[in-house]
């Protein structure tokens, strides 16, 4: 019975770690078949025994769903090919003499031996095929081997800038890629981050995680976008040119990049991609190069395709963002939430501009998926102004003097036995003590977006932690009673304590939406933070509140309430609380704050876009004010658009936008003027 009992356990282990990869990380460690196989063999040990059989068992829960809940097999019509690759103008130039070659009797209007081609961009994120029918949406299905994806069809419905009618009755199939769009990835990992959870590595990981998500919800939250780039049999709607077939996608209203440069020269070519190459980094989403094609779509059939690729379009890959380096060490380091990561201490490179000496690794799970030892050469990838990331080990340069990496068993800040939370792969410090997590509390507690102290880095809080002035977040407020303390330790002098203490003090006035992020229960980033601010009104009424009620407030879901109700079971939480309070913390909505009244009529129904420098915002912070406002932001010029605020230096929008007629162009100043008069 024993055995029995272990076996299960250990295959309900495996796969628990694999459902974890797959539904949280969208990642598969294993076949479908391999899966299945341990599948049955637990259903088969559940069947014989049954008494060993539990509510948390996986047959019961995502097990047995599984299978209905997994996204439908499907066939493409025509393969969704992928491009061969190019890296320089001498390749271009190569392509285009193969394509000469192949089609020389093939004799040319024009007489100048000219072949036209497109060149567009080539959106790095993950390919779609959307079917119309008579106009509406029917299906939408992914690449997936190119020659059978995955039915996608209910998230996709959640992509805004995906319609779901036409505007012409018509049968057509589409393709396109769905992006992230970089403000928005940004945005999610800065959510991520402040609640303790792993960061993408970069916006096609997000996107097609998100696009595999099970919960169309999650999609419907985090803004994806789409932009469409071919038009399956477009010749029996007699458009004989990609250009043309481009312009027929806008006209039936879907979305494209508005990129399409018809070239019909090498030098033309060349002449766009460095001009791509130095313009792209303007674009809200992430471009690897861009795509060539021949224009007219007669010779497409004539050139025909390989397997992968087709003859007649190749793509032009931009310089990448990752380079290699060595990875020197790994070092574990203890967040505020008690999560030890891995850090890849590096030899310094130079990635996208800027030099990189750490990378993160997550989590030890990563580290044996990505088989990393100290001493390998590694591939770094800075995605989006995010902490670099260690991609991949090229193993092929390995000498063998590479060494194992060992997760520590104990805190390396605090010595306390390491525990892992169940169900979770990381490793955690119990220790509510251990000063590397109040460090980290505090940092968090202080950081601009919450409480905004001036004056307390990350060395002065290891010094007053270290003899013993901070314990928790409350100490904060009790520093004035050791001014002249404060003043004699080394590089504090008079002015900076008395600066740090007026800071301390004005913070107690913050809004309560900030003081309810900067006391970082999980999963409660900014956003959610503010959205159960204004639900509660007041944290004495949120310490109340029951799952039940917390997931009634639109935007919660079972992950936030169960961790706001923890936090305020948890003692040592409640104590900090009642301490900020009685030191006069701001915990309540105040009349001021409340979402109606903050409205303004002149933003109320009305879209925004901001382009160009500005001088009193930054780009999510203009817009975070345009949507307190109860204006709604939008990311392209188009006749949708009502004013565009245009900053220093505004460029291709501001020209499209004037060429339109249709928006408003705002001065920062006019802007600013226009949020006054309206307000309430
Ligand atoms: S054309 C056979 N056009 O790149 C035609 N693809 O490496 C292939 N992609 O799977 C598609 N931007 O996901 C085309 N403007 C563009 C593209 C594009 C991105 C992606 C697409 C494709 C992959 C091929």
């Known amino acids: 019975m024993e055995n029995i009992l272990e076996k299960a356990a250990k295959i309900k282990e495996k796969i628990d770690k694999y459902n974890y990869y ?37 047959t019961k829960h995502v097990g047995s769903g599984l299978s209905d809940t997994k996204f439908q097999k499907i066939a493409h019509k025509k393969p969704m090919l992928s491009l061969s690759n190019t890296y320089n103008i001498k390749d271009v130039e190569d392509f285009h003499q193969r394509i000469k070659k192949i089609i020389e009797k093939e004799k040319e209007t024009d007489g100048k031996d000219s072949i036209e081609y497109a060149l567009e961009l080539k959106l790095d994120g993950v390919s779609i095929s959307v079917h119309y029918k008579n106009g509406r949406l029917v299906k939408g299905v992914t690449r997936g081997d190119g020659a059978v994806g995955e039915d996608v069809t209910e998230n996709i419905l959640e992509i805004k800038s995906i319609p ?129 094609k021949v224009n007219r779509v007669d010779l497409w059939e004539e050139l025909g395709s390989t397997t992968k690729s087709p003859r007649w379009a190749i793509s032009y890959k931009f310089p990448a963002k990752q380079v290699t380096t060595t990875l020197m060490n790994i070092t574990w380091q203890v967040g505020r939430t008690g999560k030890v990561t891995p850090v890849a201490e590096l030899e310094e490179v130079e990635v996208s501009g800027s030099k990189v000496k750490r990378a993160s690794l997550h989590n030890f799970d990563e580290i044996v998926r990505k088989d990393v030892r100290i001493g390998d050469r590694v591939f770094i990838e800075k995605a989006a102004e995010i902490i670099p990331q260690v991609v991949k080990v090229v193993k092929e340069a390995r000498t063998g003097n590479e060494k194992e990496i060992i997760p520590p068993t104990v805190c390396p800040e605090c010595g ?77 002098g008079e002015k900076s304590v008395e600066n740090l203490l007026k800071s301390i003090e004005e913070s107690k006035k913050r809004d309560y939406p900030k003081t309810l992020y900067a006391l970082g229960i999980t999963h409660v980033g900014k956003f959610l933070a503010s959205l159960l601010a204004k639900e509660s009104k007041s944290i004495d009424r949120l310490a109340q509140m029951s799952i039940e009620e917390l997931l009634e407030i639109d935007g919660v879901g079972k992950k936030v309430a169960e961790s706001v109700c923890k936090a305020f079971k948890n003692n040592e939480f409640i104590e900090i609380v009642e301490k900020l309070k009685t030191h006069g913390v701001n915990f309540k909505i105040t009349a001021t704050e409340d979402v109606s009244e903050t409205l303004n009529d002149n933003f109320k129904g009305k879209t925004f876009l901001a382009t160009g420098k500005l001088e009193n915002f930054t780009r999510d912070g203009i817009k975070e004010y345009i949507e307190s406002m109860g204006g709604e932001n939008i990311s392209g010029v188009s006749k949708k658009l009502d004013y565009l605020i245009a900053g220093e230096k505004a460029g291709s929008k501001l020209k499209k936008a004037e060429e339109l007629k249709t928006v408003k162009i705002l001065t920062e100043e006019e802007f600013l003027e226009m949020a006054k008069i309206g307000e309430k």
């Open 416 to 492: 306390s036995e390491l525990g892992k939370e169940e169900g979770l792969i990381d490793l955690k410090c119990p220790n509510e003590k251990c000063p590397a997590k109040v460090r980290g509390q505090i940092e968090y507690f202080v950081s601009r977006d919450a409480m905004n102290i001036n004056g307390l880095g990350k060395k002065i809080v290891e010094k007053f932690i270290e003899i013993g002035r901070i314990r928790d977040v409350s100490d904060i407020y009790d520093l004035h009673l050791y001014r002249d303390e404060l003043k004699s330790l080394e590089k504090m």
């Open 164 to 292: 779901k009618y036409l505007k012409e009755n018509i049968d057509i199939e589409v393709r396109g890629e769905i992006v992230l769009p970089l403000s928005e990835f940004k945005k999610l990992n800065q959510v991520r981050y402040d609640s303790g959870e792993d960061l993408f590595a970069n916006p096609r990981n997000a996107a097609s995680g998100t696009l595999r998500q099970l919960d169309s919800k999650v999609v419907s939250e985090r803004n994806l976008d789409c932009y469409f780039y071919f038009l399956a049999d477009c010749d029996k709607l007699g458009i004989d040119k990609h250009s043309e077939s481009v312009e027929f996608l806008e006209n039936v209203g879907l979305k494209t990049t508005g990129v399409c440069d018809v070239c019909s020269s090498i030098e033309e070519l060349e002449e766009r991609i460095k001009y791509w190459e130095n313009s792209r980094g303007k674009l809200d989403y992430e471009t690897d190069g861009l795509v060539i």
């Open 22 to 58: 797959y539904y949280v990380k969208n990642e598969s460690l294993v076949s479908d078949i391999e899966y299945d196989k341990l599948m049955k063999e637990l259903e088969e040990i559940e069947r014989k025994n049954p008494e060993i059989k539990d509510e948390l068992s996986p």
